[in-house]
Every structure is written in C-alpha cells, then in structure tokens.
C-alpha cells in the first residue's frame, strides 16, 4: 500500500503553474515536469525577443508578445491535460 500512494504524485498547483508562467516563459511547463519543453520555449522566448526586436522593432515586440501569450495558454492548457 505504501508503494501506492508513492506511485501516484501529488497533483501540481494551477496558480503556481500560471505564476510561473506570466513571470517567466516556459517554467511554468517545467514545473508540470515538462522540463525540456519549459527549456525550448524558455530559450525560443529569449531568441524572439532579442532577434525579432533588433530586425523589425515594434513589430518583432508585438511577435514576441504573441509567443508569450501563447506560452501562458499553453501552459494552462497543459495542466488541464494533466490534471482534467
């Protein structure tokens, strides 16, 4: 019985999961146990915001920004598949 309850992890926070999420792009997937993920998006979100930012200004921010959005939804969306 012991082995069970070891088994089975302790469900993950929802507003941790977001915290993380809006304050830094990709940890909030890596505090779901997507660590690799939270790592690519982590490092795509950095390369965007400086790469697109140097080659179309203003427009590179609004990308960037989409990316980030979409980093947010997905990491809800993520939880919900985990946690339905």
Partial sequence: MADDAKST???????????LAIVLGGIGHAYLGFVKKGLI????GIGLGIGLYYLFGFWGTLATLAFYIWQIIDAYKTYKRLYP
Avoid at 41 to 44: E, V
């Fill in 9 to 19: 992890p302790k469900p993950k926070s929802l507003a941790i999961t977001m915290i």
């Fill in 41 to 44: 998006i982590f490092i795509i």
